[in-house]
């Protein structure tokens, strides 16, 4: 249903556009686009460099000549990650590196993180659609990786899929240190219950990983415990999906975990619900072809 627009407020919103369009253009003639933010209003943002669209940020209570030389800084002064470039190097810098690295007050560190914060939910929010369908493990990879990539800790989370394979709830499970988490069947297959659903898939990073990660021997005790679980709660564990900086390992391409229903599919389907590998495996090291769930729980 769509409700009929207010007359009152539509003439509002065409005149409070046509103020601010005349604002912009007193504002272009009276100063010209000589500074980065004269340029972000009368110019197409993207054409601004990176560290044009900081300074901007910084200059409110620095001044222009200190946001420039505080952008610099931003840029050029924290320390390497492994390659990543100076936007995630930002985004996973505390606070006081950012200030040290950038020379500024707490106040203009506070604005720019609130600048990364919001970049980080607007990225969550796209990737949030809701009754997202999950088709394959690359699917879910590129659902989180953008979210899990950066992240400190290891963290555990669960994707709860309906009949038709969308999603219906992500919930973290586990959160825990750099190389390890703690965790627990009942918080893993809790947010499954409450949604009244079936299916789930159990995704977790790899902060150490720079590249396409590798399952442990944890993993794939932890997976076959799961799966144990799972069976006794009449429950599926779709997938468990280990995320890297530049890949990830799945389970059910892997084939050390394939759900009963994928397991009955033909193999020339042309479209498979979920889990079979479709030239992305991602074997753990030490794994042989053919290895059993059996290998897991040694």
């Not at 253009?25 to 000589?34: L, M």
């Not at 892997?254 to 590998?277: I, T, Y």
Request: charged residues 25%.
């Amino acid at each position: 249903m769509t409700l009929p627009l207010d007359p009152a407020m539509a003439s509002f919103d065409r005149e409070a556009a046509d103020a601010a369009r005349d604002v912009l253009h007193r504002h272009r003639r009276r100063h010209g686009a000589t500074t980065s933010r004269d340029r972000i209003l009368t110019h197409d943002p993207g054409d601004l460099a990176l560290h044009e669209l900081l300074s901007i940020l910084l200059e409110p209570g620095l001044g222009r000549e200190r946001a420039h030389a505080g952008a610099i800084g931003v840029l050029c002064g924290l320390p390497g990650l492994g390659g990543r470039g100076p936007l995630r190097r930002m985004a996973r810098a505390t606070a006081s590196e950012l200030c040290a690295a950038a020379g500024i007050t707490p106040t203009a560190t506070a604005r720019l993180l609130a600048a990364l914060e919001l970049a980080r939910r607007f990225a969550a929010e796209h990737a949030l659609e809701p009754g997202e369908r999950i088709v394959d493990s690359d699917a879910v990879f590129r659902r989180v990786h953008s979210r899990m990539r950066d992240l400190d800790v290891t963290e555990y989370w669960a994707l709860v899929l309906n009949e038709r394979n969308e999603i219906v709830r992500e919930a973290v499970v586990s959160r825990g240190l750099r190389s390890a988490a703690l965790v627990h069947a009942r918080e893993v297959f809790q947010p499954v219950l409450r949604e009244h659903a079936r299916r789930l898939i159990l995704v977790h990073n790899d902060p150490e990983a720079r590249g396409v990660p590798a399952a442990s021997a944890f993993d794939r005790r932890l997976t076959h415990q799961l799966g144990q679980a799972a069976t006794t709660l009449d429950l599926e564990l779709v997938d468990h999906v280990i995320v890297g900086d530049a890949g990830y390992f799945s389970f059910a391409e892997a084939e050390l975990l394939v759900p009963s229903w994928a397991a009955a599919m033909p193999d020339d389907a042309d479209s498979l619900p979920f889990g079979r590998s479709k030239g992305r495996t991602r074997r753990p090291r030490g794994a042989g072809e053919g290895a059993s769930p059996d290998v897991l729980a040694a």
